[in-house]
C-alpha cells in the first residue's frame, strides 16, 4: 500500500441479482501526502475487457475528486448489471477497484466479492384476463423463462383468488439453461350463486432462494351465468273455486302467484310477458268462446331480484264469465323472457310450469243446465213426438165453437180431431199450445200385429161423439162424457140363422170381421141417433146407435139400397123440398141420390 494516500471498501462481498436493485458499495481514500492530490477509481471484473466507458456500474459521486492533505473522500459505486462479456454468469465475481492519482503518480486496489444470483425468470401469462363461466374450471397457464446459462430451482406461487377456487397454488420447477416451461394453474369455478360476476386480479410469484420475489399480474373474469327459478303457484285454477248452488258468482280475477329465485351470479332485472294461447283449430272458430279474458296484469310489473335473492309478484287475469255450457278452458304461455343482469347480458329463466290454465265455469251450474235440457227434451217430445207418426187420412173440425161449449166440455169445445193410417186418433185443442192424445186401436183385443188405418172421423151434431172409420171395415164411436170407445163390426149372415137378432146386417162383437170392406166416409144424422157407413163394396149401412128396443148385441147395421156395386167413396145428408137424402158419390164417376123417407 503506498505511503502517499490509504484506501478502505465498506465491504469485502456483495450479493447481486441481475435485473433486480444495483448491489452499492464504496471506497474511501484519505490523502497522506503533502500537498494536494486528485484521485480517481475504475472498476474491473475478474475476466472481463475493460471498455472507456463501463455501462454496468456507474459513480453515484463524481469521477475524479482533488483533496488537500490529510483530508479524505468516499467513492459511491452501484453495480447494475453484470459486464457484457459475463452476462449470464452465476457465481462469486471479483471486482477490483483500481484507485490512481496522477498527481502522486500512484495506484492501489480493493478486492469485491460479487455473489451473483443469475437473472430472474422470465414470466407471460397466455391470457389478461382469463374468462370463465361459473360451474367450469380453467386452466391459468403461465410460460417461465430461465435466461441463464445455469440451471435454477424456483417455485411459482399464484394469490389473489380465493384458496377453495384453486386445486393447487404453488409449482415447484426446475429450468435448465435457456429454457421455457409452461405451468398451469387449474382453477374451479363454483356455481353461479357462490361466483359472483366480475374481475378478480391475481399475481404468479417467482419464489427463489437468496433472491428477490418476480411477480406477474393479471385478472381472472367470472361470465354472468346461471338462471332464475320461476315456479306458479297453483298452476291451474277454477273459478270461482267453489262452484255455487244455483249460480257460479264470479266476484274476483284469477291470481296466480309467481316466485322468481335467482340462481345466477348477477343482479337481475326486467319483466315476463304472459299471453293467451290461441287455438286456429276448425272447431274453435265454428263455436267461438263466450268468455273473454279482458286483462293479464303482472304486480309489480317490473322484477328486481339482488344476488341469491327471492322474489314473489303476482299474475291477476280478468275475464268474463259464459253463462250457459259446460264452461270454458283458458291457457296463458311465458311467451317472452326479458331478464337482464346488472351487465346488460340475457339470464335463463328456468319456468318449472310453462303454462298455466284456467277453467272458468258458467255461471249458471252444469246440473242446472242439464235439467233445463231434459225438461226441454221433454218439452219437445210433448209438443212433436205425441203427434202423428204417419200420413193423415182425415181431419174433422166440430161443428159449434163457442164459450158455452168450452164450459161444459173442455175436452170436446175447440178440439180438432185427425186420424193417421197408423191407426193414431189425436185431438189438437185450438186455445192450448199442447196436444191431447184421445184414442189408439190398442183398445181391440182382436186386433191384428199390425195397426189399422184411420180412414174417415166425424164428429156428431152435438160435438159429444166422434165417429171413426177404418180401412178393414171397423167403426168406433168415442164418447167425451164417459171417455171411451164403442165398436161396430158387422158380417154377412144366412137367413136362416136361428140367432134371435138375425138379420140380412147385424151388429155383432166377434173376430169374424169383414176386412175387405174399407170404411170411405160417415155421416151422422142431423138427431145424431144414426150413423150412415160408406164402404169400398158399394155397400151404405145405416146404425142405428139410440134405439132403445135394440140392446147393444142386437144393434143392427141396416143395408141401404139403390146403390150400385160401386166404391162409395162419399156420402153426405142434402134436403129437397122438405125431405131428407142421402147423397152418395163413388167409382166411375156415380152420383145417387138416396130418399131417407122411405126406408
Same mark, same amino acid.
Given at each position: ?204 410469484? *417467482?419464489?427463489?432462494? /437468496?433472491? @428477490?420475489?418476480?411477480? $406477474?399480474?393479471?385478472? +381472472?373474469? =367470472?361470465? &354472468? ?121 340475457? *339470464?335463463?329463466?328456468? /319456468?318449472? @310450469?310453462?303454462?298455466? $290454465?284456467?277453467?272458468? +265455469?258458467? =255461471?249458471? &251450474? ?234
Amino acid at each position: 500500500m503506498p505511503d502517499q494516500f490509504r484506501t478502505y471498501i465498506s465491504q469485502p462481498s456483495l450479493d447481486f441479482c441481475p435485473g433486480g436493485s444495483p448491489a452499492k458499495f464504496w471506497v474511501a481514500v484519505q490523502n497522506n501526502s503533502s500537498g494536494y492530490a486528485s484521485f480517481q477509481l475504475n472498476l474491473k471484473a475478474a475476466g472481463a475487457e475493460e471498455t472507456n466507458s463501463p455501462t454496468w456500474y456507474r459513480l453515484v459521486t463524481a469521477d475524479s475528486y482533488t483533496i488537500p492533505p490529510k483530508d479524505c473522500i468516499k467513492f459511491k459505486v452501484e453495480i447494475l448489471s453484470l459486464p457484457p462479456d459475463r452476462e449470464g454468469f452465476v457465481g462469486i465475481l471479483c471486482l477490483q477497484a483500481h484507485i490512481y492519482s496522477p498527481e502522486l503518480n500512484d495506484a492501489d486496489c480493493q478486492i469485491l466479492k460479487l455473489a451473483v444470483t443469475g437473472l430472474p425468470p422470465e414470466l407471460a401469462l397466455h391470457e389478461d384476463p382469463f374468462k370463465a363461466n361459473p360451474d367450469t374450471q380453467v386452466q391459468i397457464a403461465v410460460d417461465v423463462k430461465n435466461p441463464n446459462d445455469q440451471p435454477i430451482s424456483m417455485a411459482l406461487h399464484l394469490n389473489g383468488l380465493p384458496p377453495t377456487w384453486l386445486v393447487r397454488d404453488q409449482v415447484d420447477i426446475i429450468l435448465a439453461p435457456k429454457d421455457i416451461q409452461t405451468i398451469t394453474f387449474p382453477c374451479q369455478i363454483p356455481a353461479a350463486s357462490a361466483s359472483p360476476q366480475g374481475l378478480y386480479p391475481f399475481a404468479v410469484e *417467482v419464489l427463489q432462494a /437468496n433472491t @428477490t420475489t418476480d411477480s $406477474s399480474i393479471a385478472n +381472472l373474469e =367470472v361470465l &354472468p351465468g346461471g338462471q332464475v327459478e320461476l315456479a306458479c303457484e297453483p298452476p291451474h285454477q277454477q273459478v270461482p273455486a267453489t262452484p255455487g248452488r244455483w249460480l257460479n258468482r264470479h266476484r274476483k280475477p284469477a291470481t296466480y302467484k309467481l316466485t322468481y329465485c335467482n340462481q345466477s351470479n348477477t343482479a337481475v332485472q326486467g319483466d315476463i310477458a304472459i299471453q293467451e294461447n290461441t287455438s286456429n283449430s276448425f272447431w274453435r272458430k265454428i263455436f267461438p268462446r263466450q268468455t273473454k279474458i279482458h286483462q293479464i296484469e303482472h304486480v309489480p310489473e317490473r322484477i328486481n331480484l339482488p344476488l341469491n335473492a327471492d322474489r314473489a309478484t303476482q299474475i291477476n287475469i280478468k275475464y268474463s264469465p259464459p253463462w250457459l255450457g259446460w264452461g270454458c278452458y283458458k291457457e296463458f304461455q311465458f311467451q317472452e323472457y326479458q331478464l337482464n343482469s346488472s351487465v346488460e347480458a340475457p *339470464v335463463d329463466v328456468h /319456468n318449472q @310450469t310453462p303454462t298455466l $290454465s284456467l277453467d272458468i +265455469l258458467p =255461471v249458471i &251450474p252444469r246440473w242446472l243446465q242439464g235439467v233445463g235440457i231434459i225438461s226441454l227434451i221433454l218439452l219437445i217430445w210433448a209438443l212433436l213426438l205425441q203427434g202423428h207418426q204417419a200420413t193423415i187420412k182425415h181431419v174433422e173440425f166440430p161443428h159449434q165453437i163457442s164459450l158455452e161449449s168450452d164450459l161444459q166440455n173442455n175436452l170436446s169445445a175447440h178440439n180438432v180431431v185427425s186420424g193417421a193410417q197408423n191407426g193414431t186418433l189425436l185431438a189438437w185443442p185450438l186455445r192450448d199450445n199442447f196436444l191431447w192424445l184421445i184414442g189408439q186401436n190398442h183398445l181391440n183385443p182382436f186386433n191384428p200385429p199390425e195397426r189399422k188405418a184411420i180412414e174417415v172421423v166425424r164428429y156428431s151434431p152435438d160435438n159429444t161423439k166422434i165417429a171413426v172409420g177404418f180401412k178393414n171395415g171397423e167403426i168406433e164411436i168415442y164418447d167425451w162424457e164417459y171417455k171411451k170407445f164403442q165398436r161396430l163390426l158387422w158380417d154377412e149372415v144366412k137367413a136362416d140363422n136361428q140367432d134371435p137378432c138375425y138379420a140380412e146386417e147385424r151388429f155383432i162383437d166377434s173376430p169374424r170381421i169383414y176386412k175387405s170392406d174399407r170404411v170411405y166416409d160417415l155421416e151422422f144424422s142431423p138427431d145424431g141417433d144414426v150413423l150412415y157407413s160408406a164402404h169400398g163394396s158399394g155397400r151404405i149401412l145405416k146404425w142405428q146407435l139410440f134405439d132403445q128396443s135394440v140392446t147393444v148385441e142386437c144393434l143392427q147395421a141396416r143395408y141401404i139400397s139403390g146403390v150400385q156395386n160401386n166404391t162409395v167413396a162419399a156420402i153426405t145428408l142434402v134436403e129437397q123440398d122438405g125431405e131428407p137424402f142421402l147423397a152418395a158419390a163413388g167409382q166411375r164417376n156415380h152420383l145417387t141420390l138416396i130418399n131417407l123417407e122411405n126406408l
